[in-house]
């Protein structure tokens, strides 16, 4: 409980919104950037996605959300003329086929992100048998993502990956990843998803995709309120608004600046994303990590 107090109060400054207050961000506005553009959002039927795919739709960008709520992706489309896409992104196959349908229905992303994801503390299993936050949190993006750029779908294009602050906790690990019931952490395993997402962006951006891996800081959203409700009951108060925790999603894609190798990006700038030193050194290197979500995403049949 003490570790978790030290988190909450070391972090709080910054993470909350009055880090987004004292930095200035309110009188930064981002300007109507994305007319002509093509973006997919996914997870983005409630909380920062939702936000990401609003501001977007407001600036003039064409938006595509995924989720699994007909109702919420319903709602969307009435109220802010986005365009629903109904897919269950726990599922490789989903994830695969959702690649394969907007390649060839919609062409060519000017954005992608991956913004899904979610911690939980009992352990899980997702429709293909893998540990449910981990096929959430990185296999999905993984097996989404490589498919849309085996298709041209980004060429030219960026990805965004939505990470967290959580990634301090963990060095970059392949035990962590895919955790047993029996010794299961999930905010270790949620640990571990984040700090891979930067080696994806890396990656992606070598292979010639423009790619970042970005924290929102602390927002009040349904996710934080279950995952989270120490966070929520102790600084609810002075959580982020979801506009807050979209906007460095939202100024990446206006600005497109110079990726960073290693950086996490948060409230517009490329950060460390290391706060402690034990995250400093990795358990493996980066390739371990993407030969297992390969061998994954074969296993689920997705390929
Ligand atoms: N909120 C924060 O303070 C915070 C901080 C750091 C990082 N993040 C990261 O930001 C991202 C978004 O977090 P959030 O707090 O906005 O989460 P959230 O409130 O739980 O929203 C997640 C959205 O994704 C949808 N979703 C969940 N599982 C899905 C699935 N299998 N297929 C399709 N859609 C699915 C949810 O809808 P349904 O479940 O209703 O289908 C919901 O609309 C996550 O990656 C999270 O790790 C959040």
Redesign the pocket.
């Known amino acids: 409980m003490n570790k978790l107090l030290n988190f909450y109060g070391r972090f709080a400054p910054s993470f909350t919104a009055a880090g987004f207050i004292a930095r200035g961000l309110p009188l930064r506005p981002i300007g109507r950037a994305f007319s002509g553009q093509t973006w997919l959002v996914?997870?983005?039927?409630?909380?920062?996605?939702?936000s990401i795919a609003i501001g977007a739709a407001k600036r003039g960008a064409t938006v595509y959300v995924?989720?699994?709520?007909g109702e919420?992706l319903a709602a969307l489309a009435r109220d802010h003329g986005i365009k629903p896409l109904q897919?269950?992104?726990?599922k490789v196959g989903d994830n695969v086929r959702l690649a394969e349908e907007v390649a060839a229905g919609v062409g060519k992303l000017d954005v992608l992100v991956n913004?899904?994801?979610?911690?939980e503390h009992v352990y899980k299993t997702s429709p293909d048998g893998f540990e449910s936050t981990y096929a959430?949190?990185l296999l999905g993006h993984y097996a989404l993502t490589e498919r849309l750029i085996a298709r041209g779908a980004l060429k030219d294009g960026l990805v965004i990956n939505?990470?967290?602050?959580?990634l301090y906790n963990s060095a970059l690990s392949l035990r962590r990843l895919e955790q047993t019931p029996e010794r299961y952490s999930g905010v270790m395993a949620?640990a571990a998803h984040?700090r891979a997402q930067i080696a994806l962006s890396d990656k992606w951006t070598a292979q010639g995709v423009r790619s970042y891996t970005m924290?929102?800081?602390?927002?009040a959203?349904?996710?934080?309120r279950?995952a989270l409700p120490d966070l929520n009951k102790h600084l609810g108060w002075i959580?982020r608004s979801g506009a807050q925790?979209a906007d460095t999603a939202l100024w990446l894609a206006a600005r497109r600046p110079a990726p960073q190798a290693g950086a996490l990006w948060f409230d517009r700038a490329p950060r460390s994303a290391h706060a402690y030193p034990h995250s400093q050194t990795p358990e493996v290197e980066p390739a371990a990590i993407f030969a297992k979500l390969e061998a994954d995403v074969a296993k689920a049949g997705g390929v």
């Open positions: 996914t997870g983005a039927t409630g909380g920062i996605g939702k995924v989720g699994r709520n919420a897919f269950d992104l726990d913004n899904v994801g979610r911690l959430l949190n939505m990470a967290s602050g959580g949620y984040k924290h929102p800081g602390w927002v959203t349904d996710g934080v279950t959580l925790g």
